[in-house]
């Protein structure tokens, strides 16, 4: 399995910014997805997750509200609109896709892109 985002930028605080993740390879083997970032000086973190099949979705508390994950099968694509953008929010964000029974326990990652949200 291959990712690859997409769609990094530099943006303005309250700004809206959407994350491609193009997704190839064995994907009938995969149950979930998920975007995870890492700001510099801290460890990467979830922000928010999908299941492959059934459309069951999981967010980090800093984002719920501002950020929607949504996944298109047909497309092999997972998508993280982000709205009202926070400084904190600057990060590089990741991709990431399992076959397991946890958003924590991905098996597949993708290159980073970089989210950059001035104040």
């Known amino acids: 399995v291959q990712l690859q985002a997409s769609g990094g930028g530099l943006v303005q605080a309250g700004d809206s910014l959407r994350l491609s993740c193009a997704v190839s390879?064995?994907?009938?083997?995969?149950?979930?997805a998920g975007w995870f970032r890492q700001a510099p000086g801290k460890e990467r973190e979830f922000v928010a997750g999908?299941?492959?099949?059934?459309?069951?979705?999981a967010y980090s508390g800093s984002v719920k509200g501002r950020f929607t994950i949504s996944r298109d099968n047909a497309k092999n694509t997972v998508y993280l609109q982000m709205n009202s953008l926070k400084p904190e929010d600057t990060a590089v964000y990741y991709c990431?896709?399992?076959?397991?029974?946890?958003?924590?326990?991905?098996?597949?990652w993708g290159k980073g892109t970089q989210v950059t949200v001035s104040s």
């Open positions: 990431a896709a399992g076959g397991g029974s946890s958003f924590y326990a991905m098996n597949y």
């Open positions: 999908v299941t492959w099949n059934i459309d069951s979705t």
């Open positions: 390879g064995r994907t009938f083997s995969l149950s979930r």
